[in-house]
């Protein structure tokens, strides 16, 4: 019996990420996107999942969307798909639901999604648990379980259900309230549940929003280690979380983004709230040091949260420069499997994983692996 | 025996024991409050005339107070009744069954040890005292050096640490010292430990100015030999580790890991806190460290008693002999024993004199009345008990031992995940064990942070009966089904202690703390104490970094 697989695109996951908008739901915001020149890489990463998929499952049959919603990612690839639902631009979440139950109908063994927690909370208004599903990140929020933590990583799981694996698990769709997140309010509800392949990498637990309170005295030692490492010619880079902030205080600076990137200029000014384009241009100009630290409780380093840091970035940036700090608390959590990547590319992946030294103090590190 | 002929075993019929237990309550104030004005526990004579003028311009007149003290004016009986009273509000080792403190070894400390500490022999004798009327104590010190180099299999030993902190603090300094002498002190600035070492490893090297890496076990709960790998380098001075760790599993790999570390200029150091299942089995100079260290209040049987007096031992190799702190102890029983300098390289005392005799006399005993045989058994007992509670704590819903799966063995103790009954529940391990209190028992969760989830450390030692760990384990069992009927109860215990709850906040804050009377009437009441007189150093005494003492006197 072939291996029937329900993929569905949204077309706009992951705009608002780059922009530093912190999400991309809602069509003002968008088009604000993509007036500023960003673009989704929805297809790119459901490409690469199905790459990963068809490597290994060569015979599967594909379900998908048209256009922009799936039929795209297909053009070049040698795979069988069929059209489940034609739909007219420009597409709408209604679209998403719709589609997925027109594969629900199609009898498919798994659908698997391209999207972040906006897209998994229409995937599960339309199928509920009835149907296994697992989703490809590309979006900009991807708090819910239900993701793998890589492209990648999806078609090796979507490869062993294709084998015979029949782990499920209930997995929590969870989502933020954008608007109030932009206020700085971070706070995210419940929505549902998916039922998803219990593989041990589908995704972490999901933390709650936000970082519980970091003692005084960790904030000031990992300060006390930045200002050692820092090199005052170069632009100091200060990535999301409340981690970050803490330290950015302690740094001196006036103020910060706590969802998104503020940069220390070499002159001793900060540029707050840049967004991926912005990056780019000072990465050209000067060396950069990033400061980032595990994004909530997923443990994930690149991908989740900062996607202002894209793939020139990434490519220009020394693994060493990579500055990861965290609390020893918040760390413990992630030992044994370590923190994970989700770069834009593989290749950016294989180039920042390894045995990372976390600083968690002054003159404290720990060292855990990424992978 | 294998595990499924433990399990048989631990289904044979036994009846806990109803106990009823609840601890004394007394709610008693400060001695400082009790007692009046005029009231003696001792009547003294008053010195005649000619006595006290034999005393004008001795030693003892130049002492004499000049003020009144502010000791209560109490009598004997009161004072007995107050201390006994605290004491019955104290969950102690000899009290209960202590299993529940894991990482420590509980172990029973045998009074007999006792009547050799009181006896007049001991009890007066004074470190200054010329060495060829203490030969005996020598030769206590100098056999228990012995000892512990055959148990470690190192060649020179130091018995001077008055804690296991101030023997793995020595060990830093031997490291350091080593280094200085090859002229690396700058280059190798880091040390390399593990997360599951007891705190004081990344402590001592941290105060000694060493940058300090910590690793994270993976999936196993070891550490990786390749992780550790990419952390060494020539900047590494030393690899401080403990097998097992605080996990109770035994790295299989660890000569290969002290190769590792050894190829890159380090050295090891091992932290054998956890030798008790491991006496007469392995030793640290088979796994090639340099550097060693025991706790003799864990292993070696010396009374905790409350955070000390303790005592540790330091197991060096012939080469970091010329390195260990203080004095070295030469000579034999036939040309007689005493202190020499160690030479240039000798690293400073951990604290004045010898070492905690008592606490000496105390491990010598116990080691001297078990021997090897019986050093043997008590690392074979250790490993089966602690396998017999984990095989009984099978059968408990919610609770697993991390890391150690159907048939894997740990050794002396066990590192519990009790997230299980978490997840169902919302009571936290922590939570059980305030209500274990209940029950006259004890649980310890971990150090921080928790890399295991609700963590719950047992190590049953050697010390305690069957019936004892089966009560240990019912009593828990009790708790955990407790947990699942009603968890708001769970988490509002205990209600038989001496106490409810302390708030942990007041215990942290220096502002607030008060570890003695002094500090107590400066910080609350309003007595104005004298501000002890501090030694300043002249101005040219060498500028020493340090950070504002903390004024808790």
Redesign the interface.
């Known amino acids: 019996m072939t291996f029937r697989v329900g993929l569905i695109v949204n077309p706009v996951a992951g705009l608002g990420g780059e922009a530093s908008f912190a999400g991309s739901d809602g069509v003002e915001i968008q088009a604000a996107a993509r007036e500023a020149g960003f673009v989704s890489n929805s297809h790119v990463r459901a490409g690469r999942a199905v790459d990963a998929i068809l490597a290994r499952v060569p015979e599967v049959e594909f379900f998908t969307g048209d256009g922009p919603m799936g039929a795209d990612v297909f053009g070049t690839r040698d795979a069988r798909f069929h059209v489940a639902r034609d739909t007219l631009a420009p597409t709408t979440r209604d679209d998403s639901v719709e589609l997925a139950r027109a594969l629900e109908g199609q009898r498919v063994d798994l659908l698997i999604f391209s999207g972040g927690d906006g897209t998994a909370r229409d995937i599960a208004d339309a199928i509920a648990d009835r149907l296994p599903a697992l989703g490809i990140p590309a979006g900009v929020k991807m708090h819910s379980s239900v993701f793998a933590v890589t492209p990648e990583r999806a078609g090796v799981i979507v490869a062993s259900v294709a084998a015979g694996s029949a782990a499920w698990e209930l997995a929590p769709v969870i989502d933020i309230d954008e608007k109030a997140r932009r206020a700085g309010v971070l706070g995210s509800r419940l929505y549902g549940h998916l039922r998803v392949p219990a593989a041990p990498r589908v995704a972490r637990q999901a933390g709650k929003a936000g970082s519980q309170v970091i003692a005084p005295s960790v904030i000031g030692g990992i300060a006390a280690e930045l200002q050692e490492r820092r090199r005052p010619e170069d632009a100091l880079v200060l990535g999301p979380g409340t981690t970050v902030r803490d330290i950015a205080t302690s740094l001196g600076c006036a103020s910060s983004t706590l969802l998104g990137f503020d940069v220390l200029m070499p002159d001793g000014s900060m540029r707050t709230n840049v967004d991926g384009h912005d990056l780019d241009e000072l990465s050209g100009a000067t060396r950069c040091q990033v400061v980032v630290s595990p994004i909530g409780g997923q443990g994930i380093l690149l991908g989740r949260g900062n996607q202002q840091l894209n793939e020139t970035v990434l490519t220009r940036l020394d693994p060493r420069d990579l500055l990861i700090i965290s609390s ?2 918040k ?8 923190l994970l990547v989700d770069a834009p590319t593989s290749e950016l992946n294989d180039k920042f994983r ?2 990372a ?1 976390v600083i ?1 103090g002054y ?7 990424v992978s | 025996m294998t595990m499924n002929e433990l399990r048989d075993a631990v289904s044979g019929s036994r009846r806990p024991v109803e106990r009823g237990y609840h601890a004394a309550r007394w709610n008693e104030p400060l001695i400082f409050s009790l007692g009046s004005p005029g009231e003696q526990g001792i009547v003294m004579p008053a010195a005649g005339s000619k006595a006290l003028g034999a005393f004008e311009g001795s030693p003892e007149d130049l002492i004499q107070r000049d003020d009144e003290t502010t000791l209560p004016e109490i009598g004997q009986a009161q004072v007995l009744r107050h201390f006994l009273r605290l004491s019955q509000e104290t969950l102690g080792a000899d009290l209960n069954v202590d299993i529940g403190q894991g990482t420590c070894t509980m172990k029973y400390s045998p009074k007999i040890n006792e009547v050799f500490v009181r006896s007049p022999q001991a009890a007066e004798l004074h470190p200054l005292q010329h060495p060829s009327t203490v030969q005996g104590a020598l030769q206590i010190i100098h056999d228990m050096e012995r000892y512990v180099g055959a148990i470690s299999g190192m060649d020179a030993v130091s018995l001077q640490a008055g804690a296991g902190s101030a023997a793995i603090w020595g060990n830093v300094k031997i490291v350091q010292a080593y280094h200085a002498s090859r002229g690396e002190s700058d280059t190798r600035d880091e040390v390399i430990t593990t997360i599951f070492s007891h705190p004081s490893n990344a402590a001592t090297a941290r105060t000694a100015g060493y940058r300090v890496i910590t690793l994270y076990p993976g999936d196993d709960g070891f550490i990786s030999r390749q992780v550790l790998e990419e952390v060494l380098s020539e900047r590494t001075a030393a690899l401080m580790i403990t097998n097992p760790e605080d996990t109770g599993i035994f790295n299989p790999e660890i000569a290969e890991i002290v190769r590792a570390a050894h190829d890159a200029g380090a050295l090891c150091v091992y932290d054998q806190a956890n030798a008790n299942g491991l006496l007469g089995i392995t030793r640290a100079r088979e796994a090639g460290f340099d550097l060693c260290h025991f706790n003799l209040h864990k292993t070696f049987s010396t009374p905790h008693a409350c955070g000390g007096p303790a005592a540790g031992a330091i197991g060096a190799t012939a080469a970091l002999e010329p390195f260990l702190p203080g004095y070295r102890l030469v000579g034999s029983e036939q040309e007689g024993f005493r202190y020499e300098a160690r030479g240039e390289n000798g690293t400073a005392p951990l604290r004045p004199f010898w070492g905690v005799m008592p606490n000496l006399i105390r491990a010598y005993a116990w080691t001297r009345a078990l021997g090897a045989e019986g050093l043997r058994e008590v690392a074979e007992v250790a490993v089966l008990n602690n396998n017999y509670v984990r095989a009984r704590l099978d059968d408990v819903d919610g609770v697993i031992p991390a890391y150690v799966e159907g048939d894997r063995i740990a050794l002396e103790q066990i590192r519990y995940s009790w997230d299980g009954l978490y997840q169902d529940t919302g009571v936290t391990s922590g939570e059980l064990g305030q209500r274990l209190a209940d029950f006259g028992m004890h649980l310890w969760t971990s150090h921080h942070p928790y890399v295991v989830p609700n963590p719950a450390t047992i190590e049953p030692t050697e010390s305690y009966s069957r019936r004892e760990l089966d009560e240990y384990v019912d009593a828990l069992t009790v708790v955990a089904g407790e947990a699942r009927e009603d968890p708001g109860f769970v988490r509002g215990a205990p209600y038989r202690s001496s106490i409810h709850r302390l708030r942990p906040d007041d215990m942290t804050d220096p502002g607030t703390w008060a570890t003695s009377w002094r500090a107590y009437r400066r910080k609350y009441l309003d007595g104005a104490p004298k501000v002890p007189v501090h030694w300043t150093p002249s101005e040219d005494a060498p500028r020493r970094e340090r950070q504002e003492k903390l004024f808790h006197r």
């Open positions: 020893p608390d760390l413990a959590q992630f030992a044994g499997v370590g390894g045995v030294r968690t003159r404290e590190e720990t060292a855990i692996t």
